[in-house]
T-cell receptor, first 109, second 118 residues
Framework: GQSLEQPSEVTAVEGAIVQINCTYQ??????LSWYQQHDGGAPTFLSY????GLEETGRFSSFLSRSDSYGYLLLQELQMKDSASYFC??????????FGKGTTLSVSS | DADVTQTPRNRITKTGKRIMLECSQT?????MYWYRQDPGLGLRLIYY???????NKGEISDGYSVSRQAQAKFSLSLESAIPNQTALYFC?????????????????FGPGTRLTVL
């Protein structure tokens, strides 16, 4: 079957670095995406990895290891506005995106 | 104007009523999706459409039906609403063409519809 596992909650302080892990089991894997959702709002796309390695976009980076079926989202220089839910999602062949259950990040001052 | 719009934004209805949630997009995308979100359960896929004539069930399609009236419009219906269908519903489009095997699949979400079934 298909499954994605990510921690349900993560807490950190402003200015810190936090890593949100995602492990997956799926067939026909193409890539791993990350989405951010502020409370009650629409999820928005953050990043995408199709190949192994690190992709950097400003303060956010995303990593993928296809051999380990594992990825992570790295958030640096945390700000209060980064408090949100973060979802990993697997892109598969011939079907729709499958989302994880989400990680709630709480950033405190 | 928003690229993906949903109507209504909020709806309260009673058990047994039929309700339709509507979604429109101006992004010109082939693919459209309906998700529901419940606390702690993430985004669960109800139905998805690769194009106007290609509609597929997602993991939780029971109790729901959809209609793809045009490339730009994808409606979700609850034929006889029940309280455990109370949730936040999102429509989304993606930039992956039809049933292509392109690896990219960036999704663009509407603002959501908060549905309460009493």
């Amino acid at each position: 079957g298909q499954s994605l596992e990510q921690p349900s909650e993560v807490t950190a302080v402003e200015g810190a670095i936090v890593q949100i892990n995602c492990t997956y089991q799926t067939s026909g894997f193409y890539g791993l995406s990350w989405y951010q959702q502020h409370d009650g709002g629409a999820p928005t796309f953050l990043s995408y990895n199709a190949l192994d390695g690190l992709e950097e976009t400003g303060r956010f980076s995303s990593f993928l290891s296809r051999s380990d079926s594992y990825g992570y989202l790295l958030l640096q220089e945390l700000q209060m506005k980064d408090s949100a839910s973060y979802f990993c999602a697997v892109i598969q062949a011939g079907t729709a995106l499958i989302f994880g259950k989400g990680t709630t990040l709480s950033v405190s001052s | 104007d928003a690229d993906v719009t949903q109507t209504p934004r909020n709806r309260i209805t009673k058990t047994g009523k039929r309700i339709m949630l509507e979604c429109s997009q101006t992004k010109g995308h082939d693919r459209m999706y309906w998700y529901r979100q419940d606390p702690g359960l993430g985004l669960r896929l109800i139905y998805y459409s690769f194009d106007v004539k290609d509609i597929n069930k997602g993991e939780i399609s029971d109790g729901y039906s959809v209609s793809r009236q045009a490339q730009a419009k994808f409606s979700l219906s609850l034929e006889s609403a029940i309280p455990n269908q109370t949730a936040l519903y999102f429509c989304a489009t993606s930039d992956r063409p039809g049933r292509s095997t392109f690896s990219t699949d960036t999704q663009y979400f509407g603002p959501g519809t908060r549905l309460t079934v009493l």
